[in-house]
């Protein structure tokens, strides 16, 4: 069935470092999307990206819809440590046009030194 | 509120028991959803409702789980015989839609109940 591979699994770095971060898949997406979530809480989204090839920013964070519709990444620049928390990416489930219901990656924790 | 609120926030219960989780989605979004989330995992979809009704139940993972919406708002996720591999955060969603104008629509969490079967 279909999956999402995110990597890193998890990344440990120094505050004001830029991270990178990424997610395959071996189907075709037509959307890709990028949640955070913080201990306690539900996944918020970050960035929505529609059309391959887009590049999309929201503050420090960039994501980018790849070409090949199979892989997308999420760049954040200048980390501070509220960026701390776990970083999903996820899209549309096969067969799910018409119902949204989404396949999310593993997560990527981040941790971010003072 | 403004957002998707669960309840309760935690439950603990014994091997065995039936428990309820309810979900009140955002006013006016039509869609809603139920994933789980296992220690350290990703989400994992369960159920969707459109309205009322459930088009895509494929994710329950056994007859002892079942869902219901009334009114398109409030949903209910009920638990039967709970077994300890239940345990787990069980995370509500809801949109405005989907197909159409509303195909690109996000979806909205809620903080989601926290599942520990002793």
């Known amino acids: 069935g279909q999956q999402l591979n995110q990597s890193p699994q998890s990344m440990f770095i120094q505050e004001g470092e830029d991270v990178s971060m990424n997610c395959t898949s071996s189907?075709?997406?037509?959307?890709w999307l990028w949640y955070k979530q913080e201990p306690g809480e539900g996944p918020v989204l970050l960035i929505a990206l529609y059309k391959a090839g887009e590049l999309t920013s929201n503050g420090r964070l960039t994501a980018q819809f790849g070409i090949t519709r199979k892989d997308s990444f999420l760049n954040i620049s200048a980390s501070i440590p509220s960026d701390v928390g776990i970083y999903f990416c996820a899209g549309p489930l096969q067969g799910s046009s018409n119902t949204g219901k989404l396949i999310f990656g593993q997560g990527t924790t981040l941790q971010v030194k003072p | 509120g403004a957002g998707v609120s669960q309840s309760p926030s935690n439950k603990v219960t014994e091997k065995g028991k039936d428990v309820e989780l309810r979900c009140d989605p955002i006013s006016g979004h039509t869609a809603l959803y139920w994933y789980r989330q296992s220690l350290g995992q990703g989400l994992e979809f369960l159920i969707y409702f459109q309205g009322n009704s459930a088009p895509d139940k494929s994710g329950l993972p056994s007859d002892r789980f079942s869902a219901e919406r009334t009114g398109g708002s409030v949903s209910t996720l009920t638990i039967q015989r709970t077994q300890q591999e239940d345990s787990a955060v069980y995370l509500c969603?809801?949109?405005?839609?989907?197909?159409?104008?509303?195909?690109?629509?996000?979806?909205?969490f809620g903080d989601g109940t926290r599942l520990s079967i002793l």
């Open positions: 189907s075709i997406f037509n959307t």
């Open positions: 969603a809801s949109g405005l839609g989907t197909g159409g104008a509303y195909s690109n629509q996000p979806q909205h």
